[in-house]
């Protein structure tokens, strides 16, 4: 089996993986890397979303030779408790979930969105996530707490 | 006066013994083990305040478990918005009684009276400065022991936790991606199994050849019997190659037909049915009615359609031993089913609850769990994983049903309500797990001795109906029959859904409401309240109204509505108002929500469930459809089953209005009816044209438009 180079979570990885594989297959599979969700598997939901660069992509429908050499995130490089991401303390704050099981991947699109666009309007945040389903309705909050973490991370 | 004698909560006296609801560890913990699961909803958090609260401990030293059929006490199934009420009544009178309990022994321990101590943070104090700790006196202390009827919980204005919106427990882990879902758990050697589920309704596998399935690297075993088949391989890659080549293997019977999407209310109509009056009044002396007023409702049919696929995991310990991790709404009772269908004692059987995805209702999180079972038997020993497909999920699990309502009103001359007729046809709402005697599990259904299909049935109106939920008016009308026809066949399987048959019944009250107040010239909220004698009712409409500047000036393209229900007529009171924007779709731009649940436990708790109730229903009432020809359900992906949207979601304001003095009840299921009937009833008020059927689609809009003009 081929060898895959990739950055995961800030660390060089090579790992021996069928090219054609899905992204989300190794990272929830043999890499036990389970906080990108699958909800569809064909690229609908977004539960499975992940940052390749600076994009979210959803991973259940990337094949893992279009992420050699590149940098992926999950939810678990996103932050820690130790050291939160303003997103994940933004998503605390504002009691923005209800189930939690879409929210792996709505951080990832919000974190790829606040990277792209620090100074985001609520029509853009809403936008930017309209690829990403949640099922509970708690969208609102989700949005309240993109906003506040991106109003964090201006002012600091 | 007789005073009635004081009995247990209804949790309690179900499950007595102290300790299993709550233990104390030297280590200055406590345990709490209710029978009710967090399935979204916040559950856990606000029974760890109650909890909290009764004992005088800090929240942080409350670890609250899963519910287990080993350990847990049997508190059926979290559904119908009754954990608050059931489990958290049950705690709060638990835990009152354990202080008392603890007090006592510290009273004995310290040589001073009961009544002069104190307790903060589980530390026992009194006069002279004597101290102990629950901690210390956790050794001493048995709980093992029947709770008694007519303990006294603490003051109401000496509650710290209860009442307050504390952060969850649960979302921590779930911002930072520690494993909590079900999905997310790895045994070791765990393998993956799949299910393969024919396309055509209620096909039988006629022939299989599974050569190629084995042939997979990875292959572990194929489990066949009768019309259920499924695979087990190492990993889940291997699983789905394998699953792709036994269904090019496989052939399958035509199977059975559907109705006709295009006219549900024909088809619920002419079916065979059981029927019951639901309730009667009979006018005294009522004006003579002018005119008789009818018109026909119909909702279709709704699929759970949460983010993740359903998933459980088993494991056999020789061939008459199973554990099955499950995010089952009621593990006691899928524990039942699974006897049933294994014909092996219920003590063989250990069921153990680990969370999921929201969970709407009755969805195929007890089918996955029966297919991880037999699937696992094939396995050797080592643990099973089953997690469904998106297509299986929105085509296989059970369905909302679908309803057909007709109401005809008799009013007088000035256009008053006389008489009431309203009249249900519809699948039942339920048929869960673990009630009867035979099992109502998909994989039942499809082995070579089948089990019946459960046909779908109601529960009774005491327990809130099914179809017939919210049915009877609220209102005070002077005389009224309420009817209900449940459907003796069962083409589209249907189960519980949030609301049961209320979001139906109360679409049709609401909006047949807002007919007869236009009628009379008046204003639809003023409407309600002259008609409307519950204080609680009129203040949550009043505030509803007030919190909405109720009824804005008219602007072109918008309007205005209102919907009110209190949930099964016993429950939490809501109202709501929708602002729209109408031309040939429609966009919910806000919605303006007052509920009254009594005694709020957490009150931003109660405010996520009813903007996220508000916000599924106006999903429901917009996009949502269960699409299907004569021979198989078609909206198998997001694609063709879509939901709300970010961008299309509304505004949602929500006033709590807390009544710490009433014992609280659910808040899950009261917003979806008054937002459905505020929805139709603003597109009313924005295009003149009385939409009947959902969802309020473009094609429903122009319908009605076509059906008006």
């Known amino acids: 089996m081929p060898s895959i180079r990739l950055h995961l979570n800030g660390v060089p990885t090579e790992i021996d993986a069928d090219p054609d594989g899905s992204l989300l297959d190794l990272l929830r599979g043999r890499l036990a890397l389970t906080g990108p969700h699958f909800g569809c598997g064909t690229g609908e939901c977004g539960a499975c979303r992940v940052l390749v660069g600076d994009h979210a992509v959803t991973s259940c429908d990337t094949p893992l030779w279009s992420v050699a050499d590149k940098e992926v995130t999950t939810l678990e490089g996103l932050g820690s408790e130790a050291h939160p991401h303003p997103l994940q303390r933004a998503f605390i704050a504002e009691q923005a979930m209800q189930c939690g099981y879409c929210v792996a991947g709505i951080l990832m699109s919000a974190a790829a969105l606040l990277k792209q666009n620090p100074k985001p309007t609520e029509g853009e945040v809403r936008a930017a996530l309209d690829r990403n389903l949640c099922r509970c309705g708690s969208q609102n909050r989700m949005v309240r707490a993109i906003l506040r973490a991106a109003n964090e991370m201006a002012a600091t | ?709």
């Open chain 2, 1 to 709: 006066m007789s005073q009635a004698s004081p009995v247990l909560p209804v949790s309690l006296a179900a499950n007595p013994r102290l300790s299993s609801w709550v233990k104390f560890s030297s280590d200055g913990q406590v345990t709490v083990s209710p029978g009710k699961v967090e399935i979204g909803q916040g559950i856990v958090t606000a029974l760890a305040q109650i909890a909290a609260d009764e004992l005088d401990v800090g929240l942080g030293r409350v670890r609250m478990v899963r519910a287990t059929t080993a350990a847990s006490p049997n508190e059926g199934v979290t559904s119908g918005s009754l954990s608050i009420q059931q489990s958290g009544r049950a705690l709060r009178a638990a835990c009152a009684e354990i202080r008392t309990i603890f007090l006592a022994a510290a009273a004995d321990r310290l040589g001073v009276d009961a009544t002069a101590l104190a307790v903060e943070d589980g530390t026992i104090s009194g006069p002279g400065n004597v101290r102990t700790s629950y901690w210390e006196l956790a050794d001493d202390v048995s709980l093992d022991r029947d709770a008694t009827p007519g303990v006294t919980p603490k003051p109401i204005a000496r509650r710290a936790l209860a009442g307050t919106s504390v952060e969850r427990l649960d979302i921590p882990d779930k911002v930072f991606g520690v494993r909590r879902f079900i999905h997310d758990f790895a045994l070791p050697g765990l393998l993956h199994g799949r299910v393969m589920r024919p396309e055509n309704s209620r096909a039988k596998l006629i022939g299989l050849k599974d050569d190629a399935a084995r042939a997979v690297p990875g292959f572990v075993a194929i489990a066949r019997d009768g019309s259920f088949a499924g695979v087990v391989c190492e990993t889940e890659a291997a699983t789905e190659a394998a699953l792709a080549a036994l269904r090019k293997g496989a052939a399958w019977s035509e199977g059975e037909a559907l109705p006709d999407e295009n006219d549900l209310a024909a088809f619920l109509k002419a079916q065979p049915v059981e029927s019951t009056v639901i309730d009667v009044r009979m006018a005294r002396n009522s004006a003579p009615k002018a005119l008789t007023l009818r018109r026909q409702y119909v909702r279709p049919y709704i699929a759970h359609a949460s983010i993740a696929p359903c998933c459980a995991m088993a494991q056999w310990s020789g061939n008459d031993r199973v554990h099955v991790w499950t995010h089952s709404q009621g593990v006691y009772l899928l524990r039942n089913d699974l006897a049933l269908v294994l014909k092996l004692p219920l003590e063989n059987i250990a069921v153990e609850h680990l969370e999921g995805a929201g969970c709407y209702g009755h969805n195929p999180a007890d089918d996955v769990a029966l297919d991880a079972v037999l699937l696992a038997k094939e396995a050797g020993g080592r643990p099973v994983r089953v997690q469904w497909s998106r297509a299986d999920e929105l085509t296989h699990g059970p369905f909302g049903a679908a309803m057909a309502i007709e109401i005809e009103a008799d009013l007088d001359a000035k256009g008053e309500i006389v008489e009431w007729r309203h009249s249900i046809w519809s699948n039942g709402h339920a048929a869960r797990p673990g009630r009867g005697t035979k099992p109502t599990l998909l994989a039942g259904y499809e082995i070579e001795n089948p089990f019946p299909i459960a046909i779908s049935g109601n529960p009774p109106q005491a327990n809130g109906g099914g179809g017939d939920r919210n049915s009877v008016p609220l209102y005070d009308f002077p005389a009224w029959k309420i009817e209900s026809h449940r459907l003796l066949t069962m083409p589209v399987r249907t189960s519980a859904l949030r609301t049961l048959g209320a979001q139906g019944n109360v679409f049709a009250i609401e909006c047949f409401l807002d007919e007869v107040a236009a009628g009379l010239g008046e204003d639809p909220v003023a409407y309600r309240l002259r008609h409307l004698d519950d204080e609680r009712a009129r203040d949550v409409i009043r505030a509803a109204a007030r919190r909405a500047n109720w009824k804005p000036a008219p602007k072109p393209g918008t309007g205005y509505g209102v919907g009110y229900a209190r949930y099964k007529n016993t429950g939490a009171y809501c109202a709501a108002i929708a602002e729209i924007e109408g031309d040939e779709e429609i966009r919910v731009k806000k919605l303006t929500l007052a509920v009254d649940v009594g005694e709020a436990i957490n009150p931003d708790g109660v405010a996520n469930q009813i903007e996220g109730g508000a916000i599924q229903a106006t999903s429901w009432v917009l996009k949502e459809r269960v699409r299907f020809d004569r021979t198989r359900i078609t909206s198998n992906s997001w694609t063709d089953y879509p939901i709300l949207r970010f961008s299309e979601v509304p505004q949602v304001e929500v006033e709590v209005i807390q009544r710490s003095e009433i014992d609280p009840v659910g808040a899950g299921e009261a917003a979806h009816s008054p937002v459905t009937a505020a929805i139709a009833n603003a597109v009313f008020d924005c295009l003149g044209v009385r939409v009947r059927r959902l969802p309020i689609s473009r094609d429903s809009l122009i319908a009605a438009m076509a059906q008006s003009s």
